[in-house]
């Protein structure tokens, strides 16, 4: 059996690591992109997310741990600098669990947009408090009209392409709702039509009672204009020009339909606007939690497999030791890259350990009481599930899909450990090393001989 002190020091150094990655370095922002030497900054008023590409694991973590540490450090703003950013293929639940902390943060967040901002990227754009854009942005396509494999696996893929942009379009009406600052009714249709590429919006100048604007419409508002307008006294419509479909929208338009809150000539111009001392604005750098959490995700099933598994061996080798602290180690970092990526937090970690110590109290300490083992066995589930997922309730159709995902890879990986189980039980038994560990069954038990058995007269 591991002594004491050594089990102590694998947690101490396991809990060291958590810990380290939640904190790292702030460096000041280098203004002017030329890659000159970045100063420490101590006190920051602004943190600053450079992303660029795909919004994966790695850049995703480094948002959670941009918000995380401005609440922590009193920070004013968090600043998501978008350059060339999103791409085809980035997870729906990530990117919900991103917005999710996003818009529960007490941190003002600003976007600031520069080149092509396209899928995630561009929807994470939406969901801010504040957007600028640099010059000769392109911004938009959050979705396109392409098909996905779940809507080929149905018996109509066009309905349910339909009712899958439907439940997209309904998400983001609930993000716009929940915005800091209430977008205008036009800035409203140019994001929604980013999310529904079905949508076909018109830009028009209408003249009406003396006054002219420019205007967005879509087809149906269009329609009923035209109509008005063979009315005596009827608005004028004039210089009508679609909109492109999936909509991507330029610096100038954003800014002129209340999109956007300014066009920038350079980064650098963020400070002034938003009345800040350069000095102040500073960068976390990437630790080394962001650069592995790559590799976690790609090793979490295994991760969480091996543990139970290991958990498993443990109870039929009682008082080994080392089987019961790999587990717990594997499966602490499991739920570590749930963390990271914003889907745990602390709370889900600690229900998920003490359903396990409550199924090692049914086991080790009060065997046949059921209720220890029934109430751990729901913990390891409750957290497990809400490990995945930055909500707890369903409140829509995607985070109904994502619940049910997440459901089914859990009994995935049950039945894994289960089959896993299995051929253990059959195979420890034949190991000269581990057949000796092997807690034997009743069947196995040495009858001891009984005292009433007859014996030889003398």
Same mark, same amino acid.
């Given at each position: 059996?591991?002594?004491?002190?050594?089990?102590?020091?694998? =947690?101490?150094?396991?809990?060291?690591?958590?810990?380290?990655?939640?904190?790292?370095?702030?460096?000041?922002?280098? =203004?002017?992109?030329?890659?000159?030497?970045?100063?420490?900054?101590?006190?920051?008023?602004?943190?600053? &997310? $450079?992303?660029?590409?795909?919004?994966?694991?790695?850049?995703?973590?480094?948002?959670?741990?941009?918000?995380?540490?401005?609440?922590?450090?009193?920070?004013?703003?968090?600043?998501?600098?978008?350059?060339?950013?999103?791409?085809?293929?980035?997870? @729906?639940?990530?990117?919900?669990?991103?917005?999710?902390?996003?818009?529960?943060?007490?941190?003002?967040?600003?976007? &600031?947009?520069?080149?092509?901002?396209?899928?995630?990227?561009?929807?994470?754009?939406?969901?801010?408090? @504040?957007?600028?854009?640099?010059?000769?942005?392109?911004?938009?396509?959050?979705? %396109?009209?392409?098909?996905?494999?779940?809507?080929?696996?149905?018996?109509?893929?066009?309905?349910?392409?339909?009712?899958?942009?439907?439940? /997209?379009?309904?998400?983001?009406?609930?993000?716009?709702?929940?915005?800091?600052?209430?977008?205008?009714?036009?800035?409203?249709?140019?994001?929604?039509?980013?999310?529904?590429?079905?949508?076909?919006?018109?830009?028009?100048?209408?003249?009406?009672?003396?006054?002219?604007?420019?205007?967005?419409?879509?087809?149906?508002?269009?329609?009923?204009?035209?109509?008005?307008?063979?009315?005596?006294?009827?608005?004028?419509?004039?210089?009508?020009?679609?909109?492109?479909?999936?909509?991507?929208?330029?610096?100038?338009?954003? !800014?002129?339909?209340?999109?956007?809150?300014?066009?920038?000539?350079?980064?650098?111009?963020?400070?002034? &606007?938003?009345?800040?001392?350069? %000095?102040?604005?500073?960068?976390?750098?990437? $630790?080394?939690?962001?650069?592995?959490?790559?590799?976690?995700?790609?090793?979490?099933?295994? /991760?969480?497999?091996?543990?139970?598994?290991?958990?498993?061996?443990?109870?039929?080798?009682?008082?080994?030791?080392?089987?019961?602290?790999?587990?717990?180690?594997?499966?602490?970092?499991?739920?570590?890259?749930?963390?990271?990526?914003?889907?745990?937090?602390?709370?889900?970690?600690?229900?998920?350990?003490?359903?396990?110590?409550?199924?090692?109290?049914?086991?080790?300490?009060?065997?046949?009481?059921?209720?220890?083992?029934?109430?751990?066995?729901?913990?390891?589930? /409750?957290? /497990?599930?809400?490990? @995945?997922?930055?909500?707890?309730?369903?409140?829509?159709?995607? !985070?109904?899909?994502?619940?049910?995902?997440?459901?089914?890879?859990?009994?995935?990986?049950?039945?894994?450990?289960?089959?896993?189980?299995?051929?253990?039980?059959?195979?420890?038994?034949?190991?000269?090393?581990? $057949?000796?560990?092997?807690?034997?069954g009743p069947a196995g038990r040495r009858v001891p001989p009984s005292n009433s058995a007859p014996t030889n007269a003398n």
């Open positions: 059996m591991l002594k004491t002190s050594t089990l102590r020091i694998l =947690w101490i150094w396991f809990a060291a690591a958590v810990l380290a990655a939640c904190d790292g370095p702030v460096s000041r922002v280098d =203004w002017t992109d030329s890659g000159g030497q970045q100063l420490e900054a101590e006190t920051p008023q602004v943190l600053v &997310v $450079n992303l660029t590409g795909v919004l994966g694991t790695t850049e995703l973590a480094r948002c959670h741990r941009a918000l995380r540490q401005a609440e922590e450090r009193g920070c004013t703003y968090v600043v998501f600098r978008l350059q060339d950013a999103g791409s085809i293929g980035e997870d @729906q639940g990530d990117l919900q669990s991103l917005f999710d902390a996003v818009q529960a943060s007490d941190v003002a967040t600003i976007a &600031v947009l520069r080149g092509r901002v396209t899928q995630g990227a561009a929807a994470l754009a939406l969901v801010v408090g @504040q957007v600028f854009c640099l010059r000769g942005v392109a911004w938009g396509e959050v979705e %396109d009209q392409g098909r996905e494999l779940q809507d080929y696996l149905t018996a109509d893929p066009d309905s349910a392409l339909s009712t899958r942009l439907d439940a /997209l379009r309904a998400v983001m009406e609930q993000r716009l709702d929940a915005r800091s600052t209430a977008l205008r009714a036009d800035a409203r249709k140019l994001a929604l039509a980013m999310v529904d590429p079905r949508v076909q919006l018109i830009r028009a100048t209408v003249r009406e009672g003396g006054l002219e604007r420019s205007r967005i419409l879509d087809a149906d508002e269009f329609a009923a204009l035209q109509q008005r307008a063979q009315e005596p006294n009827g608005p004028a419509i004039f210089g009508d020009t679609p909109l492109t479909r999936p909509l991507s929208v330029d610096a100038a338009t954003a !800014e002129e339909y209340g999109l956007s809150n300014g066009t920038l000539d350079g980064f650098s111009q963020l400070a002034e &606007v938003i009345a800040v001392s350069r %000095d102040s604005v500073g960068e976390l750098a990437v $630790n080394w939690a962001e650069k592995m959490v790559a590799w976690l995700e790609l090793l979490q099933p295994f /991760l969480l497999a091996a543990g139970f598994l290991l958990l498993l061996i443990e109870v039929k080798t009682a008082g080994t030791g080392l089987p019961g602290v790999l587990g717990c180690v594997f499966l602490g970092f499991a739920l570590f890259y749930s963390y990271l990526v914003g889907l745990a937090e602390i709370t889900e970690i600690l229900v998920f350990f003490l359903g396990l110590a409550a199924i090692a109290v049914e086991l080790f300490v009060l065997p046949g009481m059921i209720i220890f083992g029934v109430v751990g066995f729901l913990c390891l589930i /409750l957290s /497990l599930v809400l490990s @995945q997922q930055s909500f707890v309730v369903p409140s829509n159709v995607v !985070e109904q899909d994502v619940l049910f995902w997440n459901l089914a890879s859990l009994l995935s990986l049950f039945a894994v450990v289960g089959v896993l189980a299995f051929f253990t039980w059959r195979l420890l038994p034949r190991i000269p090393v581990f $057949n000796g560990m092997m807690l034997a």
